[in-house]
């Protein structure tokens, strides 16, 4: 790329075409007063402080809003600058608290000392919590000013203290519009805007309401970017060190630094070098870590005696444990792992119960979220996982996101959604409720729960009828398309429109959009695989991407956003009952010989339960024992009525966990794993990226790394390879056994995450799989029919109930419930009902309802909103108190075993 | 006779295309229509243009021409300009006050009348200038306040 040179202050300058005055400056490391500019923001021009003299140019040009041209000369510090910009400076000063900035003692002031105020000084006269890190401050220093010329006028806002997690202090703001930008443009929600004029200007939220009634998602982006102390969050003490680290809850694998002081975590800040996220947050990642010093953490090993839980030691627990399990046969066992952990904990568990318990009865929560997404694309790509990279979506010409509510579930990843819009790409969104997305979308395909493969074979036909197919590229890539086009014959446009309700228009317009708009990406989640035909509809996905060629090349792609922080990992490690890490079949016989060789000790060769089932066999009595790590089937499982029943009949229950969650409180024995800030490993995200977990505090009481005690059951048992020293050993053992991850270690990942595959030491990683060839050889059409539901609506349950997530909560709330903010944010499940469903049955929002279904019974509140199409009811999953998987139906997919959670059918009425 | 705020909304975007830049004359219809601004309006408009709530809020909020609450039968406006400030404005002004027991910006309880003060209404040569509704009156007087108020009942 050609270079820029230009003279700044008579240093000379390179810099890149398309830079600012002010960003050459700043790479050059030097200093301009500015109050409005930000790297993650457009130039805005709004302060007026980065002005600069520059030859040839007339008047005083914004640095920020100035592009470099070859040649220029640029002085920054000049005495007609400084003069403008003291004036602006003094202007704002006038109605700013300015004892922080002008006084002359305000460095040297120690405590207690008597000022002029005549008051003994406390914490010196500055109470602003942003003292010494405000950028106001800096620029009254760079010039110098001492003294204010005007009257000051006080603004005498009230402090807006509505948000558990930050403060709102309008008296200090100034008005520089970062807050208000961060919000619009980079996140999409527009909770403020400057209202007014004048001096009346202030930020405000719609009505002027404390921002906790405004839609305001508590992200904090606003709090980071302000450069004074009109934002700031409630906790203000600062952190002593910062270890780098990657996020504990979705999938999305944001990076992240933990804030510790005197051995706590007391804040986060986001990470923007080598990570997805460019240092931007949620409110779950920035503000929902309290879980990790909560006083309900579990701190010692836990064992049932008469019905209560008496403390042990690690001795007597771990010998418990070892003998009960002993004296199972291998059927009678299962272990069920954790996405929550990390790759290091899960290749432990599953190695534990391959070698020591000798099952593949070892499976994890990714049975009821992707599942059919490793089944399903397994079958057409050779590759169960995300086939692009986050950071590619903002290139993209089209996205088609179904059956994903992005900006509650994946609130980053929503990011880059909002800023492919931007940047013109036609965002066509898929789905039965008027989620968030819908407000950026170009079209929106509002069909009916559970008819997405008609709607999907719909748009596929569409583009087989007018030729928008990419012939060149299924010749050369693809094989059966044959059987499949005749497939395409029972979805004329007619029936597709009345299955799904989905106007004929429509559905044309999102295939000839998502057909010619290349490269398009399709974006689905667990409305896609969460149906008893969940495998069908990924399938369906592949077909399409396959279809237009939108596959194996940049921004394009079928991705599947995954839910835990480790599912990707913990299905990578082979925490599942059909393979070893890395995808190896158990029924292969090379493979098992291999890893029998490598773990020494001999290996079951038929497949195992997966966890649905072994739900189901505990009940009917052939599983006798569990070990369960890290996991909530009491609140995750369908039909959990019938789920309490069958944990129940265990003889022997082992849970590790951080919390006594509800399935903990069946246990014989607790043994108190850690959480992520307390361990070293790795985490694999959603577009396959292996990232480092690094430990920042002590663990908790006597509780144990999750790897660290299954080794220790592993080594009570008589098993042999469990003599890890760290996390980074077993890393080496891992790399070693599974090609994918050949080539990682964690001396490189220092440097960064790497997305697998990555087989060798010099592999940079790949971002984008099947570019040459599929995994599989050729990517194969496989022909679909559409299925219904297994439940659908009747006389006695006439409405279709749909589950999901809530910005506010991570699955079971295990950990979230325990942050109090979150709880005041979103403090209770509720179902979302059609204000037409409501006046039908004569219910008001806010109502206290029953909703049931054939299994159970809920009582829950109402929300009447038309978010809910008519017909259609919506609850989250995360309250204990209101549990919608009481109601779900168990109904499994036939070939992943995923039970659908998406589609059961209810009554609701008043409670 | 009460305006259903709902479908009037609609009526007004119904022939509006979804591009932001109609915000403005989407608010001045709404304002000539309710003669303000009510708040389940400014949200009916933010979602039918894709705009955050705040930001249509920072608009009505920004223009003089916008009002956020009910307004009066009529509008009396009491011109503030140079011309009519020599001439003795703000005593008309003061006068108005009197007679009508509010300030600049208020309503009168019987919902009425609304005063308002304009930087100057352009009539420089007929100072000091009143307005109520779309009448001008110029070379007031104090004692010419009533009559033109008594008028207006």
Request: a neutral charge; one cysteine or more.
């Amino acid at each position: 790329m050609e270079e820029i040179r230009l003279t700044i202050d008579g240093q000379e300058v390179k810099a890149k075409p398309g830079m600012t005055v002010l960003e050459a400056a700043r790479s050059a490391g030097i200093y301009i007063p500015t109050l409005c500019a930000d790297p993650d923001l457009k130039p805005y021009g709004g302060c007026r402080l980065c002005i600069v003299e520059i030859e040839k140019l007339r008047g005083f040009p914004t640095s920020c809003t100035t592009p470099v041209t070859e040649g220029m000369v640029v002085k920054t510090n000049t005495d007609a600058v400084n003069e403008v910009r003291r004036t602006v400076v003094e202007l704002l000063l006038s109605d700013h608290p300015s004892e922080c900035l002008i006084c002359h003692r305000r460095k040297r002031c120690g405590p207690f000392d008597i000022c002029l105020r005549n008051v003994a000084v406390t914490e010196r006269c500055v109470t602003c919590a942003k003292n010494e890190h405000c950028e106001l401050q800096d620029i009254v220093d760079y010039l110098g000013i001492t003294e204010l010329p005007f009257k000051h006028t006080e603004r005498s806002y009230p402090v807006d203290t509505s948000n558990p997690f930050f403060y709102r202090d309008l008296d200090k703001c100034v008005l520089c519009g970062k807050c208000v930008r961060v919000c619009d443009e980079v996140l999409g929600v527009g909770a403020v805007a400057i209202i007014n004029r004048g001096f009346g200007s202030k930020v405000a939220t719609f009505g002027d309401k404390p921002i906790i009634d405004s839609n305001c998602v508590s992200c904090g982006e606003c709090v980071v970017h302000c450069p004074v102390g009109a934002l700031m969050p409630k906790v203000t003490e600062r952190p002593t060190e910062e270890v780098a680290t990657t996020c504990t809850y979705c999938g999305v694998g944001c990076g992240m630094y933990l804030g510790v002081r005197d051995g706590k975590v007391m804040s986060v800040r986001g990470k923007r070098e080598g990570t997805v996220n460019n240092g931007f947050l949620c409110v779950k990642g920035r503000f929902g870590f309290d879980f990790i010093h909560h006083e309900d953490r579990l701190k010692y090993p836990l064992i049932k005696k008469n019905g209560k839980f008496a403390e042990a030691s690690w001795d007597e627990a771990l010998e418990l444990v070892a003998t009960k399990l002993g004296g199972y046969k291998p059927d009678e066992l299962a272990v069920v792992s954790s996405a929550k952990c990390t790759n290091e904990d899960n290749y432990v568990a599953q190695k534990f119960a391959r070698v020591v318990l000798k099952t593949n009865n070892v499976d994890h929560c990714a049975r009821l979220c992707h599942a059919p997404t490793v089944a399903g694309l397994v079958q057409s790509f050779g590759s169960g996982a995300m086939t692009n990279s986050i950071s590619e979506f903002r290139d993209a010409g089209c996205i088609f996101a179904i059956g994903t509510n992005t900006t509650e579930a994946h609130p980053i990843i929503a990011l880059e959604l909002k800023r492919a819009v931007d940047n013109g790409a036609r965002l066509i969104v898929a789905n039965p409720r008027e989620i968030d997305l819908v407000r950026w979308s170009y079209l929106w395909l509002q069909h009916n729960p559970g008819s997405d493969v008609a709607l999907l074979m719909g748009m596929m036909r569409i583009i087989v009828e007018e030729g928008l197919l990419d012939q060149a590229f299924i010749d050369k890539r693809c094989e059966n398309f044959d059987a499949f086009k005749v497939a395409l014959k029972g979805f004329d446009l007619d029936s597709v429109a009345r299955i799904t309700g989905v106007p004929k228009e429509k559905i044309a317009e999102a295939a000839r959009i998502y057909a010619t708009k290349k490269p398009s990406a399709i974006l689905y989640a667990m409305g896609i695989t969460q149906h008893s035909h969940g495998t069908d509809n990924v399938i369906a996905t592949a077909n399409l991407a396959m279809l237009t060629g939108n596959i194996g090349k940049p921004a394009s792609g079928v991705n599947p956003l995954r839910g835990q922080n480790n599912v990707q990992g913990a299905c990578d490690m082979g925490a599942l009952p059909n393979v070893y890490p890395g995808y190896q079949a158990v029924t292969d016989a090379k493979v098992k010989s291999k890893f029998e060789a490598a773990w020494g000790g001999s290996l079951s060769p038929s497949v195992g339960l997966p966890v649905t089932e072994i739900v189901e066999a505990a009940y009917k009595g052939k599983i006798k024992a569990m070990y369960l790590i890290g996991e909530n089937p009491l609140l995750s499982e369908p039909d959990i009525t019938h789920a309490e029943e069958a944990l129940d009949k265990l003889e022997f229950l082992v849970v590790q966990d951080i919390f006594l969650s509800e399935t903990a409180k069946l246990a014989d024995v607790i043994l108190p794993g850690v959480s992520f800030a307390e361990k070293n490993g790795t985490f694999t995200n959603t577009e396959r990226r292996v990232q480092r977990v690094r430990k920042a505090v002590e663990p908790i009481g006597e509780s144990r790394a999750d790897w660290e005690i299954s080794c220790q059951v592993g080594k009570k048992m008589g098993g042999k390879g469990f003599y890890f020293k760290n996390a980074s050993q077993i890393m080496e053992e891992i790399a070693s056994l599974t090609p994918s991850y050949g080539g990682i270690s964690y001396k490189r990942l220092e440097k960064g995450g790497l997305q697998w595959p990555c087989p060798t030491p010099e592999h940079p990683g790949t971002p984008i799989l099947h570019t040459q060839q599929f995994t599989r050889g050729k990517g194969q059409f496989i022909p679909l029919e559409y299925k219904p539901p297994m439940e659908l609506p009747d006389k006695q349950y006439p409405l279709v109930l749909t589950t999901g997530r809530s910005l506010y909560h991570f699955h079971t709330g295990t950990m979230t419930r325990k942050v109090a903010g979150l709880n005041v944010l979103k403090k209770e499940g509720e179902v979302e009902i059609n204000p037409a469903d409501a006046a039908k049955l004569g219910i008001a929002d806010g109502d206290r309802v029953k909703v049931v279904s054939r299994r159970g019974e809920v009582v829950t509140k109402a929300n009447v909103t038309e978010v809910s199409p008519a017909g259609v009811v919506f609850m989250t999953f995360h309250f204990a108190e209101s549990p919608a998987n009481r109601l779900t139906n168990p109904a499994l997919d036939p070939v992943a075993k995923i039970p659908e959670y998406k589609v059961c059918a209810v009554r609701v009425e008043k409670a | 006779m009460e305006l259903d705020i709902a479908k009037e909304s609609e009526r007004i975007t119904a022939n509006c295309s979804r591009d932001s830049s109609n915000l403005i004359p989407i608010l001045q219809e709404a304002q000539g229509k309710f003669g303000y601004l009510p708040a389940e309006a400014m949200q009916k408009f933010a979602r039918f243009l894709k705009l955050p709530e705040s930001t249509v809020f920072g608009v009505s909020t920004f223009y003089a021409q916008f009002k956020l609450a009910p307004t009066g039968r009529n509008k009396i406006t009491v011109c503030r300009g140079t011309a009519c400030h020599v001439r003795g404005g703000v005593r008309i002004l003061r006068e108005v006050e009197r007679q009508l027991g509010i300030k600049p910006g208020e309503t009168t309880n019987d919902m009425e009348n609304t005063l308002e003060t304009i930087a100057c209404f352009g009539s420089c040569a007929l100072a000091p200038v009143m307005v109520v509704d779309k009448n001008v009156y110029g070379r007031m007087t104090t004692t010419r306040v009533a009559q033109i108020l008594g008028k207006t009942k």
